[in-house]
């Protein structure tokens, strides 16, 4: 193995972890974008709902 297919698996592993974080990332703003919809289309009142 050479120096450079060293440099291109230190790569391709930087690159395999950054798209990891920003579908990370996009799944955690879906989840909460469609949490405040719900939130939204159920109105304001639903928390004083008695238990």
């Known amino acids: 193995m050479s120096d450079n297919d060293d440099h ?4 391709y592993k ?3 972890r950054m798209r ?17 919809a ?6 304001g009142n639903v928390f004083n709902r008695p238990m």
């Open 8 to 11: 291109n698996d230190k790569d």
């Open 14 to 16: 930087k690159r395999q």
């Open 20 to 36: 990891s974080i920003a579908i990370a990332l996009a799944l955690g703003l879906l989840i909460v974008l469609f949490y405040a």
């Open 38 to 43: 719900t939130i939204v289309r159920l109105g």
